[in-house]
């Protein structure tokens, strides 16, 4: 039997392969248009061209290089290598040094000096610096985390520094067969070009806990270890995705490779940023744990307890009832939020994932032998 393929979150540590996912590189450019033009060469070159400038590009290139070439240049100024590090004390003299034991990439964010990269990118280091494309290092600091979507936000100090943040387009749009470019740092190798396409979209990818990333874009574009927190760009130059993983039998890449929809990264990096966390919706509700309600023989969430005067006791939900001996001997069970099946705390998680505060959800809930509806607003929880 032949090895079974698997997923491979992109980095690098102490050269043995941790993590995968791409880094890409943005531009300003327009969309070119989708005509037979784009394979066809330039009609004319641009006056900085004409004179044989350092930028100049040579001619007779057709007019789907010149777009890959020009964005690859707008976008390298805004693609960084994030070093992970660990402290080591040595045993003798009890100085600690500190030693990098992963790599990976990513990208400007703001000129704040905000870098978005992957979770994994930084999972288990101590501490952080970024590199720029011009060599220079600057030690980095974690903003904020998001496993359940993993992504994460360092800061650097640009004092002195002229920093650029990548345009952030939108994922909701994109389409099958849409050309996107990556700009990485591949087994340490710096600044690293690939291009393919979008080659599917609305998959699912998992991460920690059993939670999910929702609509993830697959690519055909190369995704290497030290690719991870990269941004996939389409030709305009627009950040679409964050490079996270690849689909592979052996660890390198074999054509499949997975980026979180910007539309997610959109709706979660400025809530780190702000917060240091993200600021979720909730039923403000305790429940059984996972492994309990299945020694009980149910896959769903049971409720343990509801605060009197909060939205859910207001809706209607009840906490669980007890016997003299402290069994219990009745709970409200929920089965779904807005008819998506709740079988775990994950699924609970991402069945709420996209609601707000305040918002009216109905759920789905089993008292007894009735199964009722019962809507209710979020509240505001946290992790």
Request: hydrophobic share 40%; glycine share 12%; proline share 6%.
């Amino acid at each position: 039997m032949g090895r079974r393929p698997r997923l491979v979150l992109s980095a690098l540590a102490g050269g043995a392969l941790l993590t995968c996912g791409l880094f890409l590189g943005a531009s300003f450019l327009t969309t070119p248009s989708p005509s037979t033009a784009q394979d066809q060469p330039a009609p004319n070159e641009t006056d900085a061209d004409a004179a044989g400038g350092t930028n100049a590009l040579p001619p007779g290139l057709l007019q789907s290089e010149r777009n890959t070439i020009e964005v690859f240049r707008r976008a390298g100024p805004s693609v960084v290598f994030v070093t992970n590090n660990a402290l080591l004390r040595d045993f003798f003299s009890t100085d600690v040094s500190e030693v990098p034991q992963g790599t990976g990439s990513g990208f400007l964010w703001d000129e704040h000096g905000h870098v978005v990269t992957n979770y994994h990118v930084l999972q288990n280091g101590q501490t952080f610096s970024i590199t720029l494309p011009n060599g220079t290092s600057r030690e980095a600091r974690v903003v904020g985390v998001e496993p359940r979507k993993d992504l994460a936000v360092l800061h650097f100090d640009t004092q002195g520094l002229s920093v650029q943040a990548l345009p952030v387009g939108r994922s909701e749009t994109l389409l099958v067969g849409q050309k996107v470019l990556a700009i990485g740092n591949p087994f340490g190798l710096d600044r690293t070009l690939t291009t393919g396409v979008i080659s599917a979209l609305g998959r699912e990818f998992p991460t920690q806990g059993g939670f999910v990333i929702e609509d993830v874009i697959q690519t055909d574009a190369s995704i290497n270890p030290g690719n991870s927190g990269g941004p996939l760009l389409d030709s305009a130059g627009r950040v679409v995705g964050v490079n996270t993983a690849i689909f592979s039998p052996s660890g390198a890449s074999a054509g499949i490779g997975f980026a979180i929809p910007i539309d997610t990264v959109a709706r979660i990096v400025p809530q780190l940023i702000r917060f240091g966390q993200v600021r979720r919706a909730g039923l403000g509700v305790r429940v059984v744990a996972d492994h309990i309600a299945r020694s009980w023989g149910l896959q769903a969430i049971v409720v343990r307890e509801v605060a009197s005067g909060s939205n859910a006791a207001q809706a209607g939900l009840r906490s669980m009832e007890f016997d003299r001996r402290g069994r219990p001997v009745a709970a409200d069970v929920i089965t779904a939020v807005e008819g998506q099946l709740t079988r775990s705390y994950a699924e609970l998680a991402n069945a709420l994932d996209d609601r707000k505060p305040g918002e009216l959800v109905v759920l789905t809930v089993v008292r007894g032998e009735e199964t009722i509806p019962i809507e209710m607003k979020l509240e505001e929880v946290g992790r």
